[in-house]
């Protein structure tokens, strides 16, 4: 099972790009690297998902180097609001998401 | 992304009672759902998972007679907590997909358990 480490917490000041940093060393041929967002008490929310490369979508970009075994979420222009925990997964584990510890984003003002 | 609801958002029981929660896929037909807890400060811990009209399978170390899932229809599942105790109380939350394994899974709200 690919296991995922990233940052327990990272600090951020608003209007700065933040990036987090995801080590998946042990990713499989066929698994995707797929990011959620979670506020407090609240489910967690998709943000972006890739397979190698860059991917970028209205809220963020991904970045996966070519041995994968690593992807950084990137946000552009953080906000008070997007102080959330950020949480990478690997693969499905057979249909199955499986979350690490994540990483608690703190934006001040 | 399509719409997962809970019902309720949060609910607060004495100890020893049954709980519980459901979780409604509304703009589409879930054929899988998870059951997720999460305590504060932690991660989601992944429960169970539903196939509707089958048997949830459960994760290692989850009771199955303390947690009961039902998921009798494509559009909803149920969590009881059965003779619950202050230990369970957390942050239940579902997700819900539709197909197979490479489809997206969708979050509901979340239910937030007290056990006095």
């Known amino acids: 099972l690919a296991k995922t480490t990233q940052p327990i917490s990272m600090d951020s000041y608003e209007g700065q790009e933040v990036n987090i940093t995801c080590s998946h060393n042990n990713i499989a041929t066929n698994d995707y690297i797929t990011w959620y967002q979670q506020f407090p008490s609240q489910g967690p929310r998709f943000i972006i998902q890739g397979y190698k490369t860059k991917v970028t979508n209205e809220v963020a970009s991904l970045f996966i180097p070519a041995d994968r075994k690593s992807s950084t979420l990137s946000l552009p222009r953080v906000s008070l609001s997007d102080t959330a925990v950020y949480y990478c997964?690997?693969?499905?584990?057979?249909?199955?998401?499986?979350f690490g510890q994540g990483t608690e984003l703190s934006v001040k003002p | 992304g399509a719409v997962v609801s809970q019902h309720p958002s949060r609910v607060i029981c004495k100890s020893g009672t049954s709980v519980k929660i459901e979780c409604r896929s509304l703009?589409?037909?879930?054929?899988?759902m998870f059951w997720y807890r999460q305590f504060p400060k932690q991660s989601l811990m992944l429960m169970a998972t539903s196939n509707e009209g089958s048997k949830a399978t459960y994760e290692q170390g989850v009771e199955k007679d303390k947690f009961l899932i039902n998921h009798a229809s494509l559009t909803l599942s149920t969590l009881t907590v059965t003779s619950a105790h202050p230990e369970d109380s957390s942050f239940y939350i579902c997700s819900a997909r539709w197909g197979d394994r490479y489809n997206e899974q969708f979050f509901g709200p979340g239910t937030r358990l007290t056990v006095l």
């Open positions: 703009d589409f037909q879930a054929t899988t």
């Open positions: 997964l690997v693969g499905d584990q057979g249909g199955k998401l499986i």
